[in-house]
């Protein structure tokens, strides 16, 4: 289980981290608290970039 920063997702997304957090507060991408900071398992990140892509083929 790799864990990523709101920086790494925000990179893979090719995003800025304020949307990141905005898709956090959301619900859309899930995020844990450790110690200081907030980060993100690739895992939950791969689930919204597919349903991402899934919403796109639909149209």
């Known amino acids: ?3 990523l920063s709101i920086h790494q ?5 090719n ?3 304020q949307w ?5 507060k959301m619900g859309r991408i899930k995020a844990r608290l ?3 900071s907030f ?3 690739e895992s939950d990140l791969n689930k919204y970039i597919e349903s ?5 083929r639909e149209n």
């Open 1 to 3: 289980m790799e864990l």
């Open 9 to 13: 997702a925000s990179q893979i997304l």
């Open 15 to 17: 995003n800025s981290r």
């Open 20 to 24: 990141v957090w905005f898709l956090i």
């Open 34 to 36: 450790i110690g200081k």
């Open 39 to 41: 980060v993100i398992k």
């Open 52 to 56: 991402k892509n899934k919403v796109k």
